[in-house]
């Protein structure tokens, strides 16, 4: 065993220290794939995909070499370690593995057009974060065109800092907007319950209840009101689960506007300009911008 100080590069994560907290990058590992794509001379993207893609409807010719294809998204999706910006977009780019088409391809491209404007970006986990878990959740009504499932999207963070994301497609079809943001708040509820444990493991006690911050007045009333209706007794093991750790104040729904939704960047496309707005909310940072 030996001491080698401060952790500086870590499985392609580049950690850098200073009095505002620790930045988590993988500009090295960025670069790699940029240059591997031949894509280090292109002009970067503004957004990582587009915000009316139709990439499940795809119909264009299968790629002669699909190989190449899972290549390269099994290389972004080790990117998103300290990147949530790319999560909505690697969600769906992996769902193509078994038979990528060209749009798929041309698609994943752009996101390494992306990265090419973005290779330092990454988390800044701040020094002052007070010891307090907040989690968002969003969903996406129908999501998918082909199968109408739903996606779910979460994001937690310590104080102000990212400590956690996802983006998931519902394991079944959501019968109404409600029913699928309240699978949501359930997929973040067991979410915000281990790293409450994993902190007390760390020998923190947080004994506050966590914050769940839902865009949905609907899912939030279901979660407070003990009476089940006809049309919410097919999620009824959800209701029961989030109901019982809101009652024993392991976590407190808390309504939020959509605009405001961190959780929105994890569920669909958004414009540049909304996509923006929501990287410095996110905690997002480049801490070496492009010359």
């Known amino acids: 065993m030996k001491d080698l100080g401060f952790l500086k590069y870590f499985l392609g994560i580049e950690v850098a220290r200073s009095p505002a907290g620790i930045y988590l990058s993988?500009?090295?590992?960025?670069?790699?794939?940029?240059?591997?794509?031949?894509?280090?001379?292109?002009?970067?993207?503004?957004?990582?995909?587009?915000?009316?893609?139709?990439?499940?409807?795809?119909?264009?010719?299968?790629?002669?070499?699909?190989?190449?294809?899972?290549?390269?998204?099994?290389?972004?999706?080790?990117?998103?370690?300290?990147?949530?910006?790319?999560?909505?977009?690697?969600?769906?780019?992996?769902?193509?593995?078994?038979?990528?088409?060209?749009e798929h391809w041309l698609a994943a491209l752009k996101v390494v057009r992306y990265l090419k404007g973005t290779l330092g970006q990454g988390i800044l986990l701040r020094s002052?974060?007070?010891?307090?878990?907040?989690?968002?959740?969003?969903?996406?009504?129908?999501?998918?065109?082909?199968?109408?499932?739903s996606l779910t999207g979460w994001?937690?963070?310590?104080?102000?800092?990212?400590?956690?994301?996802?983006?998931?497609?519902?394991?079944?079809?959501?019968?109404?907007?409600?029913?699928?943001?309240?699978?949501?708040?359930?997929?973040?509820?067991k979410e915000l319950k281990w790293l409450k444990e994993l902190l007390q493991d760390l020998g923190f006690d947080h004994r506050e209840p966590m914050t769940i911050q839902c865009d949905s007045k609907p899912a939030i009333h279901i979660s407070s009101n003990p009476v089940f209706h006809e049309r919410t007794k097919?999620?009824?093991?959800?209701?029961?689960?989030?109901?019982?750790?809101?009652?024993?104040?392991?976590?407190?729904?808390?309504?939020?506007?959509t605009t405001a939704q961190l959780a929105d960047i994890l569920t669909k496309a958004l414009g540049r300009k909304e996509f923006d707005a929501f990287l410095l909310k996110l905690g997002i940072r480049n801490l070496y911008p492009p010359t």
């Open 26 to 102: 993988q500009q090295k590992y960025s670069t790699e794939i940029v240059a591997e794509a031949g894509l280090l001379g292109c002009q970067p993207a503004g957004s990582p995909i587009d915000q009316n893609h139709r990439l499940s409807l795809a119909t264009g010719p299968e790629l002669a070499d699909p190989q190449t294809y899972r290549r390269l998204v099994g290389r972004l999706i080790y990117l998103l370690a300290t990147r949530p910006d790319l999560t909505y977009a690697i969600h769906v780019l992996s769902q193509f593995m078994t038979t990528p088409r060209e």
């Open 234 to 257: 097919h999620i009824e093991r959800d209701c029961h689960f989030v109901r019982d750790e809101i009652i024993k104040g392991v976590v407190k729904p808390q309504h939020v506007s």
């Open 128 to 149: 002052d974060s007070p010891l307090h878990i907040t989690g968002w959740c969003d969903s996406d009504l129908s999501g998918c065109p082909l199968s109408r499932r």
């Open 155 to 189: 994001f937690v963070q310590l104080g102000s800092s990212p400590i956690s994301w996802k983006t998931k497609k519902q394991d079944v079809v959501s019968m109404s907007s409600a029913e699928a943001e309240y699978r949501a708040m359930n997929e973040v509820t």
